[in-house]
């Protein structure tokens, strides 16, 4: 598809010329530019020719309430006049420590220390460091294997890249990893939760106890392609790595933050009995600046207590903790008080009524949803339908990068029924265009 002139403007060129761009094959992005992006307002992102695009993936999961919500604004302000930044390494600051407050009183304190980091890859190194380290201050030093689920994904980062089972992401790192164990996958289009439960089941009973930890996704498995599972897969687990004494980390990194209904997806699991890591970042901050975090227990926090510092965790990040970051999450925590949780279900709602009928389409199949996360796959889709879903998009207000064939919404929080109808129609005409286009 080609794309009007002034869509391969000044700003894309230039871009092509100095920046590597994520998730491209730079040598395919010559012919179709990057779309420059000068203002966002809302849901909306506005190019630099002043076109609008409904930002239905919320910029990679990241929007909670719009670009340049006022609250978080005034929020990053006021702390950008006091203070916009000290280490975190023997000094602290009120933004980081009422944050890590506020969270941990989420859990009911049973997730009471927060470490933070600045992006979701990071949170998942920390949280497999700190589960191999603590076993090892407490004597178990054959606890170094981790497990993780077929087509999960952790972040592309050496460590966390060796607990993704994504070949694209995965296959020319290979050699550099270590070697996690992958056990099937509980999927809601499969109906295979038991035989993927058994399969850990099996691994536990074979290797518990040289595993350190199994790491999930809760409920939805993103970049799988939005596959979904239930909370009593959830519960089981929890049960089993309780039972052989191993860790359970929940990557919440995609998932919290109210996307599938409740602010931790592990509200809907089991609140008496908490993974020993919770991961989170994207929204923590709303879209605004890197940040995330990971929470876990009083008992993986005092196996490092000691007055040797090699038993420590030494770890560190520059921006760790980052004043104006934490009070852009401190803002995001304000709204999920003041009723988000219950808005967001009146949103999915409206989401699942304006897709109703595009559910019945004959290339459809698979129609999904979890609170604010909608997902479909496209029959027979052709070759590069998620480039050539994305490009077509453009041109009806929409920016959406579909998974391969399967179409996923993930939009901001501000949804009344019009924008789901809007969204439902984009999506609709730009399906049947590219499925045209490919016969």
């Not at 203070?83 to 859990?107: D, F, K």
């Not at 190194?125 to 191999?132: C, D, G, R, T, V």
């Not at 052989?244 to 980390?249: P, S």
């Not at 104006?324 to 989401?351: T, Y």
Request: net charge negative; charged share 20%; hydrophobic share 45%.
């Amino acid at each position: 598809m080609k794309f009007h002139s002034a869509q391969q403007g000044e700003l894309a060129i230039r871009s092509l010329e100095v920046v590597w761009h994520p998730c491209t094959q730079m040598a395919r992005a010559q012919k179709t530019p990057p779309l420059p992006i000068a203002r966002g307002e809302g849901p909306w992102l506005f190019d630099t020719q002043g076109r609008r695009y409904f930002d239905a993936n919320s910029s990679w999961w990241v929007n909670l309430f719009g670009h340049a919500h006022p609250d978080l604004n005034a929020a990053i302000k006021a702390q950008l006049d006091t203070l916009p930044h000290v280490m975190l390494a023997g000094c602290t600051h009120e933004p980081a420590v009422r944050l890590a407050e506020r969270l941990s009183a989420r859990t009911g304190g049973a997730l009471g220390h927060v470490f933070f980091a600045s992006d979701g890859a990071s949170a998942v190194e920390i949280a497999l460091k700190q589960s191999f380290h603590s076993w090892r201050n407490q004597g178990q030093t054959l606890r170094r294997e981790f497990v993780c689920l077929k087509n999960g994904y952790h972040g592309e980062t050496i460590g966390a890249l060796a607990v993704t089972d994504v070949a694209i992401f995965r296959d020319a790192y290979d050699p550099l990893l270590m070697h996690a164990h992958i056990v099937e996958s509980p999927d809601s289009r499969l109906n295979n939760e038991d035989a993927a439960f058994s399969a850990l089941r099996s691994l536990l009973d074979e290797r518990g106890e040289h595993i350190a930890a199994v790491i999930v996704e809760p409920l939805v498995q993103g970049a799988a392609g939005m596959v979904m599972h239930s909370p009593e897969y959830l519960r089981k687990v929890r049960a089993l790595t309780r039972q052989h004494g191993v860790h359970l980390i929940a990557d919440e990194i995609a998932v919290g933050c109210g996307r599938t209904g409740t602010f931790f997806a592990w509200e809907q699991v089991d609140t008496a009995q908490w993974p020993d890591f919770v991961t989170l970042s994207k929204g923590i901050t709303g879209g605004t600046l890197p940040l995330s975090l990971v929470l876990t227990t009083e008992a993986v926090y005092r196996a490092f207590w000691s007055d040797d510092v090699s038993r420590g965790f030494l770890h560190s990040h520059s921006y760790t903790g980052n004043a104006l970051a934490c009070a852009a999450a401190n803002a995001v925590l304000d709204r999920f008080d003041a009723g988000q949780i219950q808005a967001n279900r009146v949103q999915a709602s409206a989401l699942s009524e304006a897709f109703a009928v595009l559910s019945e389409h004959p290339r459809v199949k698979n129609f999904r949803q979890r609170g604010m996360i909608l997902a479909f796959d496209v029959t027979d889709s052709g070759d590069r339908f998620s480039e050539r879903f994305h490009l077509a998009a453009r041109h009806h207000e929409l920016l959406i990068r579909p998974i391969g064939s399967t179409v996923y919404l993930m939009p901001p929080y501000v949804i009344n029924q019009a924008a789901a109808d809007f969204l439902a129609h984009a999506v609709g005409v730009t399906l049947n265009e590219v499925l045209h286009h490919a016969a």
